[in-house]
């Protein structure tokens, strides 16, 4: 069935498109595959486990998943789902297409075409005409590159992947006990704030919750007799807290405070060593600031795991080998992901094993064997497994784009996981008004980031649609046309647009570049290893960016891949801001979170704000000629865009995003709004079990 008349719309299974009078709808790959298999089942109930199947490829997918590729499809058709006339909902059934349908042959397809063009030329002036076939030859164009690039990838797992614990709602930190008895995990309910502790005993099959209340338990481990789990306790907006509780009496549900952690983290881990006497956590403490920490249980002392860290390191992962010897670490520097592996019977000074530009998912997993571990290579989308004493890299033929959280390895090779979306990002605005309103403007069953408007009616942005990070340009239409093809992901972040409105500086990894909207081109601006970050426009279409040397990072002005000019020294993140004698100003964050703005013509630097959260890779604030917006989330007790004047200490709340995380906020002076991303989090997962010995490693390693 390739042309399908249905009801008023046309649609086009090959080309995925919906079509009616004047109007054009560019499917998604996804809900183009989910429509052409209820026309092919018409009449029929089609029951979620049908399109698991001849949809979804009998890969796991988790509710949420269905639930959003239906929800789209019905926006796309206009269908109301309370009064539907396409796709109704038959409780506890599944699904069942309503309007009648039937096959076009090709002279028909071409009638219906016939009879819609004549009236929408006629509704064109003059003028308009040769744009609209310059159009119509440039649309052909992008949905060949479309189905080229967003085709369906559904890959054959080589492993066998069983579904192990289907609880509604969102689990995460998976930990397998050191005995393999007990199967530990944090849970989150549907439509809930707040996750709490759960353990499956895996001989018998039951699970327990160990804890309840109104925080969120996350990042426990056993203890190495497995008699005790630690883990850490965050209360939004007032503490984060180490607790212990002991498994013989767990049915009590009496969890005691070991001792507290920073409060404006938003996660930790918790690792017991096998002296039973220390614990690592994340946490600030002075001289350093935050990292990793052994913390004595008796002495209550802390020592840093890592003596000497690098300045603008950043350490957020870690997992101990299952013999206690070795711990993995996850840091970022600069733009660039590294795994470090310390040795903690000696020395404490880690060893980079791998290092990735384009991140890797915030999970490690030890081999049995505790002489390598696996971790998710986002740049490919798979697992690779890394010898620790060889730092030999073998790639693993497993797709992980929708899995996280991997336990450390049992036994007999298997490893548990969280299968399903963690959370959506989608591109929402704010209004500049005196009573803000929000509006999601980009939304898709896949992510969609990183938006900046470039003018009246178009936004560019970035989206995983295709199954890698791509470019997209979304006009006035509402239709979003990919830009970009690429075969592995990039990391891209900090984009700014030329005054022309042609052109997107930014980062792509490690990378400054620039990328020609109209010519679809990607020009580089320096090489890997030149420490630039941040790059931004002025006024006059001059780059800027900040690089970074050993102690601190300065702003320079771009001249060509091999010039550049120092423009001020010791800065962070910034802007340019123009004053009121039409110059201007320098706004810049340093590292401690305060906002600073420098006028080149006194040579006078004034402090404007202080505390701001530290951007890392997103744009987390904004200087207007009012005052400062920013983004708060993470722990704080209410997440939001808050406001603070010029000349005033306090800020005051502008927008309340409660319940949802907003980050990347950009300000689209076209519309007066603000773009920022919306991160959806109320999302279904599983626990999976990977057997990884039912199927060979990759033969080729990196």
């Known amino acids: 069935m390739h042309f399908i008349q249905m009801g008023e719309w046309i649609f086009d299974s090959q080309a995925q498109q919906l079509s009616r009078a004047q109007q054009t709808i560019q499917l998604e ?95 064109l002036s003059w003028k308009n005409v040769v744009f609209f076939l310059l159009l119509s030859t440039l649309s052909v164009l992008s949905a060949i590159n479309l189905l080229k690039s967003e085709s369906l990838k559904i890959v054959k797992q080589a492993f066998n992947i069983t579904p192990v614990i289907s609880k509604k709602g969102q689990q995460g930190n998976i930990v397998l006990s050191h005995n393999e008895k007990w199967l530990l ?98 946490t600030s403490q002075k001289p350093l600031g935050y990292g990793f920490y052994r913390y004595h249980l008796k002495n209550k002392t802390y020592n840093s795991v890592v003596k000497h860290p690098k300045p603008g390191t950043n350490e957020w992962y870690q997992s101990l080998s299952p013999d206690g010897n070795w711990l993995v670490m996850l840091q970022s520097y600069a733009a660039a992901i590294e795994v470090n592996l310390i040795d903690l019977t000696g020395e404490n000074e880690p060893q980079i094993l791998w290092a990735s530009t384009s991140g890797s998912g915030r999970s490690i997993s030890w081999a049995k064997d505790n002489q390598s571990i696996y971790v998710q290579d986002n740049k490919f989308n798979r697992l690779i497994n890394i010898n620790i004493h060889t730092n030999k890299v073998t790639p693993i033929p497993l797709d992980t784009q929708l899995l996280s959280s991997f336990s450390n390895q049992s036994a007999n090779g298997e490893i548990f996981a969280v299968y399903g979306l963690r959370s959506q990002l989608d591109v929402t605005a704010v209004s500049l008004k005196d009573q803000p309103q ?152 340093k590292m401690n979170g305060v906002v600073y703005r420098h006028n080149f013509a006194s040579k006078e630097t004034q402090q404007v704000s202080y505390g701001l959260p530290h951007p890392g890779e997103r744009r987390m604030w904004l200087a207007t000629s009012k005052g400062i917006y920013f983004l708060r989330s993470g722990n704080f007790t209410k997440k939001g865009i808050y406001f603070k004047q010029h000349g005033t200490k306090e800020a005051s709340l502008y927008f309340s995003t409660e319940p949802h995380k907003f980050n990347n906020l950009n300000l689209d002076e076209f519309n007066q709004r603000f773009l920022v991303g919306k991160s959806d989090k109320d999302m279904l997962t599983k626990v999976v079990k990977i057997d990884l010995n039912s199927a060979k490693l990759a033969l080729n390693s990196d």
Request: glycine letters at 6%; a neutral charge.
């Open 29 to 123: 790959p996804i809900t183009s595959v989910l429509l052409h298999y209820l026309c092919q089942n018409d009449g029929r109930i089609i029951t979620r486990d049908d399109l698991i199947c001849h949809v979804w490829n009998n890969r796991v997918v988790a509710d949420s998943t269905i639930n959003r590729a239906i929800s789209i499809l019905r926006k796309d058709l206009v269908d109301d789902p309370q009064k539907p006339t396409y796709i109704k909902t038959v409780p506890k059934q599944g699904y069942l297409l309503l309007a009648s349908i039937r096959e076009l042959t090709e002279q028909e397809r071409l009638l219906h075409q016939r009879k819609r063009i004549p009236g929408f030329i006629q509704s």
């Open 185 to 282: 995990y944090s849970h989150q309910p549907k439509n809930n704030k707040f996750s709490n502790l759960f353990i499956k005993n895996q001989h018998t099959g039951k699970i327990n919750q160990l804890t309840d209340g109104e925080f969120n338990d996350t990042g426990g481990s056993f203890s190495f007799d497995d008699s005790v789990i630690y883990f850490a306790r965050l209360v939004k907006g007032q503490s984060c807290k180490i607790m212990r509780i002991d498994l013989v009496g767990f049915s009590d549900h009496t969890e005691k405070e070991v001792v507290s952690c920073n409060k404006r983290l938003g996660s930790n881990i918790v690792t017991v060593l096998p002296n039973n006497q220390e614990i690592i956590f994340r």
């Open 438 to 589: 929000e509006n999601v403007i980009i939304d898709s069953s896949a992510n969609d980031f990183h938006a900046v408007q470039v003018r009246q009616g178009s936004v560019f942005f970035v989206s995983n649609r295709s199954g890698f990070n791509q470019l997209y340009l979304r006009g006035a239409d509402n239709i979003a046309v990919q830009l970009t093809d690429f075969k592995e992901n990039i990391r891209f972040n900090s984009f700014s647009v030329h005054p022309n409105g042609e052109n997107i500086l930014g980062m792509a990894d490690t990378r400054l570049f620039s990328f020609s909207m109209d010519k679809k081109v990607l020009t580089w601006l320096s090489d890997k290893h030149s420490n630039a970050d941040w790059p931004f426009y002025n006024a006059q279409g001059d780059i800027f960016y900040l690089k970074a040397n050993k102690y601190q990072r300065n702003l320079y002005r771009y001249v060509d891949e091999q010039r550049s000019e120092l423009i001020l020294e010791d800065i962070g993140v910034a802007q340019w801001l123009e004053n009121e004698q039409g110059e201007e100003d320098l706004f810049y964050q």
